[in-house]
């Protein structure tokens, strides 16, 4: 990999560069958008309307504005990146981005690699981002070389391939810092190649999970939470990390009941905005028998099972308690439990990894009692779920703070 | 103890297995029959019936139209027309815990025991030898309720030489006792059948090359390969496994016979006598099962199309007759095309799934 480019610009002028790419890709007409619109639909087999809410989400958080308050909050400034800054009671700071930083996403998430990777370009590294494929990073990599032609040599991608690679190996043994997207035998094998003094920055496979106790539901809110609900669950078919993946009802049984039972109607409406994609063959038979197996069980007097949208959706209502969530496609458990301790219960109980707890008011007390107790790196409102804000942290980690080494001037 | 009408139909199920013949009207309606009895005696079946429409008066008409229940449902009832102090025996499903394992209960082992020998004569034994088995599967003696366990204990008994041993006794396998018995078939020009897991077999063959071990077992020896990798760390290509076979054993790749089958059933498929000697493999049924390959919705779907596998079983006489699994597959000429998910498939997103949850327990 050359020595960084990027150091002859200043980092704002960096950031203006991906401002003003994003502002061309917030643009739903933008031919290199379409292009890969396109490509990653083809790949991935999602609606055309969940790409381009994907795209958009992406695009329009990725503003100057954003990523400057992430910066300067996590590093005092800007400036910081550019040279020694003065700090009162302490000594000058310079946030010098390391030379060679790696961003391996094995996983397909949509664009999940590049916003580490403009943060890692705003930090002046040289970035190689290792990708299933360069769909999107690189067609984002060439806006930004149309707007500084420094970026040619700093931002790179090379396709995912997978397996053992020599290549792969040395741009590995060789990165000052590793961020990578996958499963834990992904990420063990990553890590096994890389530097001892290297940073790493894991992101592995994680749940989401959510609480509505009904009892405090206002009666003004409970349409927009349901539909939000239904957002959270059935965006990216439930895919990503971030997606909802078994909701808990508090209070009554029979509110939860019945909670639930309107939760249906809502995941009718929100199958409209967001469609089904091509299903895997696999997940789906497995998605079939959950339903099915809620279907027994409600036969027998145990729950219920909804299958809305021309059974494109499935939920189940009060599964059994002794199997994990199922991680299905569009496919939402809901467990109505006494209170959220019964819920912190059955998230220890299957040592569930959790990324977001979503709730209705993200403000209460227990709500932060309960993201301690699972383990939650977000707390979100319901409906919310699936759209992090650009400044805030990511996985629990900071969003530049790791592309940078300190250099303090006494 | 059950009643005249459950006598009868095991009668005429025993009498197909024995003619190992059912045309497709004969299957409709053994299956059928059946299922108008499990509704009467199992409760649990009953009511998931009614919940799909079913009621005496609007009875299935074919085996098709018969609702299938999920295979995990065993987990969830006890479906049996006869309570479980009343079984002859009961098999345990999977589970990652014996806890929320199911069981699959039996009102006599007659029906079992002839659809296995019955099946087991035409995938394995279409020449009547008389084997010696090397078991490495369950031992039913010290896992009574495995079904895996129970068929080979049986088969050994009925057709082997008398000298059948085994070698797996919980999860560890005794190496040197299957190396003394390969060396005394050879001493004997015994031809064996060797029936394993799998995963046993590659545990077997590779303490076979840890020793630097070859053997040209005696002509007619085969193996009886079953199950397959699932919950374990260790994968192996069957093509790979198969060639490590013929390498470690010498017995060739079409001597190497493939079973498919579940603990909820009680009957099993075999691969395909033809497609032993090809490099895709089908499955082949005894008249008394039939597949049915179902798109998400339950609905058959035309061969060649890739659906979810579907069971019907008349064996399955004091149970549940139809059982759905998430099991894929293809309906082909050739018989029952199993497919499992490729390696290295390329999944969606960045969400935990069961099996990244099952590779951190």
Redesign the interface.
């Known amino acids: 990999m050359p020595k960084t480019s990027l150091r002859a610009l200043s980092a704002a002028a960096i950031i203006a560069a991906i401002d003003a790419a994003a502002a061309r890709w917030s643009n739903a007409d933008f031919p290199p958008r379409v292009r890969v619109t396109s490509a990653i639909q083809t790949?991935?087999?999602?609606s055309t309307p969940v790409v381009e809410y994907a795209l958009d989400r992406l695009f329009f958080s990725l503003r100057r504005e954003a990523l400057e308050a992430a910066i300067a909050h996590e590093l005092g400034s800007v400036a910081a990146l550019d040279g020694p800054v003065e700090r009162p009671g302490r000594p000058a700071g310079f946030a010098r981005g390391v030379d060679r930083v790696v961003i391996v996403a094995s996983?397909?998430?949509i664009g999940?690699a590049l916003v580490p990777a403009l943060y890692a370009l705003a930090a002046k590294c040289d970035v190689l981002v290792k990708d299933?494929s360069d769909a999107l990073v690189g067609a984002f990599f060439d806006s930004l070389v149309e707007e500084r032609p420094q970026f040619a040599t700093a931002a790179v991608t090379r396709a995912w391939t997978?397996g053992e690679d020599p290549r792969e190996s040395a741009v590995l043994a060789a990165a000052d810092v590793v961020a990578a997207?996958g499963?834990?035998?992904a990420l063990r094998a990553i890590r096994a190649q890389l530097r001892p003094d290297a940073r790493f920055i894991p992101?592995g496979?994680?749940?989401s999970i959510g609480y509505v106790d009904t009892a405090q539901v206002r009666a003004a809110r409970r349409a927009a939470l349901l539909d939000g609900i239904a957002a959270d669950a059935l965006l990216?078919?439930?895919?990503?990390?971030l997606?909802l993946?078994a909701l808990f009802v508090g209070g009554d049984a029979a509110a939860a009941a019945a909670f639930t039972a309107d939760l249906a109607a809502a995941f009718e409406r929100a199958s409209v905005e967001f469609p089904p994609g091509e299903?895997?063959?696999?997940r789906?038979?497995?998605?079939?028998?959950y339903r099915?197996?809620g279907?027994?069980?409600?036969?027998?007097g145990?729950g219920a099972v909804y299958a809305p949208a021309g059974?494109s959706a499935t939920i189940v209502f009060d599964p059994?308690r002794?199997?994990?969530p199922?991680?299905l496609p569009r496919v939402l458990p809901v467990f109505p439990v006494a209170d959220p301790a019964e819920a912190i219960a059955y998230v220890r109980a299957?040592?569930?990894?959790i990324e977001a707890l979503g709730v209705d008011d993200t403000h209460a007390p227990q709500a932060l009692q309960f993201a301690v107790a699972v383990g939650a790196v977000r707390i979100a409102r319901l409906g919310e779920m699936q759209a992090p804000p650009a400044g805030g942290h990511h996985g629990g980690a900071p969003r530049i703070a790791d592309f940078v080494r300190w250099i303090d001037r006494e | 103890m059950e009643g005249a009408e459950a006598a009868a139909l095991d009668a005429r199920i025993l009498a197909a297995i024995a003619a190992y013949a059912l045309d497709a009207h004969g299957f409709d309606r053994l299956a059928c029959d059946i299922f108008a009895h499990q509704l009467r005696a199992n409760a649990?079946y009953a009511?998931?019936a009614?919940?799909?429409g079913i009621t005496p008066n609007r009875l299935p008409q074919t085996a098709a139209e018969i609702p299938?229940?999920?295979?995990?449902?065993f987990?969830?009832?006890v479906l049996s027309t006869v309570g479980p102090a009343a079984a002859a025996i009961w098999f345990q499903t999977s589970g990652t815990?014996a806890?929320?394992a199911g069981r699959h209960y039996f009102a006599t082992t007659e029906l079992y025991e002839a659809a296995l020998l019955a099946g087991f004569d035409r995938a394995l034994l279409p020449d009547g030898a008389r084997l010696r088995y090397l078991l490495l599967v369950p031992d039913a003696r010290k896992a009574p309720h495995s079904s895996l366990g129970f068929m080979m204990d049986r088969v050994a008994a009925a057709r082997g030489d008398g000298r059948d041993e085994r070698f797996i006794d919980g999860d560890s396998f005794d190496a040197p006792a299957f190396v003394r018995a390969l060396d005394a078939a050879v001493a004997d020009g015994v031809a064996v059948c060797i029936a394993a897991t799998a995963f046993a077999l590659v545990a077997a063959l590779e303490a076979l090359d840890a020793r630097g071990s070859r053997y040209v077992l005696p002509p007619g020896s085969r193996v009886m390969e079953t199950g397959g990798f699932k919950g374990r760390a260790r994968v192996v290509e069957r093509a790979e496994l198969y060639a490590a076979v013929g390498d470690r054993l010498g017995i060739p790749t079409s001597a190497i016979v493939a079973e498919y089958g579940m603990t909820e059933l009680s009957s099993q498929y075999y691969d395909s006598f033809e497609s032993r000697f090809g490099t895709r493999r089908y499955k082949t049924w005894p008249p008394w099962l039939r597949p049915l390959v179902v798109d998400?919705?339950?609905v058959p779907v035309a061969p060649g199309v890739?659906?979810?596998i579907r069971h019907i079983d008349c064996a399955n006489r004091s149970s549940v007759v139809a059982i759905?699994?998430?099991?894929?597959g293809a309906l082909a000429p050739g018989g029952l095309l199993l497919?499992?998910?490729e390696r290295?498939?390329?999944?969606?997103?960045?969400?935990?799934?069961?099996e990244?949850?099952a590779?951190?327990?």
Not at chain 1, 295 to 300: D, E, I, L, T
């Open positions: 790949r991935l087999g999602y996983d397909t998430t999940v299933r997978g997207f499963s834990d035998a992101y496979h994680r749940a990216y078919d439930g895919d990503g990390c997606s993946h299903g895997e063959p696999q789906a038979a497995s998605a079939a028998a099915n197996l279907a027994f069980r409600a036969a027998g145990r059974e059994p002794d199997e994990p199922p991680f299957h040592q569930l990894p | 649990p009511a998931f009614r919940s799909r299938a229940v999920p295979a995990a449902a987990k969830q009832a815990t806890a929320n998400p919705h339950g890739v659906g979810a759905e699994t998430e099991d894929l497919l499992g998910r290295g498939a390329e999944l969606r997103g960045c969400s935990l799934d069961a990244d949850l590779a951190r327990a």
